[in-house]
């Protein structure tokens, strides 16, 4: 399994970002899908996540602002950012997690900054 986060950055308060994951391994078009993130000082958290039939789920922190969404063709997973906060500023990881939907392995995240 390999996952390659990128389309990170430093933005302002209420800027939009959207996060590109490359996914290799495995067959993604089954696989639910996740963003997780991890703040400096904290412990990782889930973002969203996508099941394999393109349901989405979202943390209470980020939902009405962040989008996820797959394109299996390409083996792609996304995160749609919008009207960023400070809180948000972490390294962003996506996931495929495995059974009782715990982590699976982790790849190269990406710095996402929000200054105010």
């Known amino acids: 399994v390999q996952l390659q986060a990128s389309g990170g950055g430093t933005v302002e308060a209420g800027s939009s970002l959207r996060l590109s994951c490359k996914a290799s391994?495995?067959?993604?078009?089954?696989?639910?899908m996740a963003w997780y993130r991890q703040a400096p000082g904290k412990e990782r958290e889930l973002v969203a996540r996508?099941?394999?039939?393109?349901?989405?789920t979202y943390a209470d922190s980020v939902k009405g602002r962040f989008t996820i969404s797959r394109d299996n063709a390409r083996r792609l997973l996304f995160l749609r950012m919008d009207s960023l906060k400070p809180d948000d500023t972490a390294v962003y990881y996506c996931?495929?997690?495995?059974?009782?939907?715990?982590?699976?392995?982790w790849g190269r995240g990406t710095q996402v900054t929000v200054s105010s």
């Open positions: 996931n495929r997690p495995g059974p009782s939907d715990t982590p699976g392995s």
């Open positions: 391994g495995f067959i993604f078009k089954f696989n639910q």
């Open positions: 996508s099941s394999s039939e393109g349901t989405s």
